[in-house]
């Protein structure tokens, strides 16, 4: 595992950046966190680093964004308001956690984790996922700890 500190959002958005100029297609970047966290702010850096000079904003409630004009595909998923396998299946978003059309950054993607499918993602995928976990330190400082797996 490796770990990094951000000491405001504007460094959070710039990690996101250096990891959007390095994403190749099948890229999935799985964010958890508490509320606040800065998950949407490092998106909107990695969506920068994608070449993406669009407005980033959560998909809480419309669940995917589709963010085109980047270098790649760039979807943004938000799990928050999903419980689980059968709710993620049944709203359409497996097809992007099992298939990754590009690049997709999904936001509470523990709620996916939870489930059989995506442990048999991580065992037998070919494309590349990093579990990305961000924790409040401070008011501008956070802890992220993330690691990678391949198939």
């Known amino acids: 595992m ?8 504007e460094a959070t958005a710039d990690l996101g950046e250096q990891w ?6 099948g890229w999935l970047i799985g964010l958890s966190g508490d509320l606040g966290a800065g998950k949407t702010q490092f998106v909107k850096g990695i969506a920068r680093g994608l ?11 419309g669940l995917v964004n ?3 004009g980047g270098r ?5 998923i938000d799990l928050y308001r999903l419980n689980g396998w059968d709710e993620i299946a ?14 997709v950054v999904v936001e509470w993607v523990e709620r996916w984790l939870e489930g059989e499918r995506a442990k048999a993602f991580l065992d037998h995928s070919n494309g590349f996922f990093r579990w990305v976990r961000i924790e409040i330190l401070s008011e501008t400082e956070r802890q992220f700890t993330y690691e990678d797996f391949s198939g």
């Open 90 to 103: 049944s709203a359409g978003i497996d097809e992007y956690l099992l298939d990754v059309p590009g690049v």
């Open 72 to 76: 790649l595909p760039f979807w943004h």
């Open 66 to 68: 589709e963010i085109e």
């Open 2 to 9: 490796v770990t990094i500190i951000s000491n405001s959002p």
């Open 51 to 61: 070449g993406i000079a669009g407005r980033i904003s959560s998909p809480t409630f």
């Open 20 to 25: 959007g100029r390095a994403a190749k297609s």
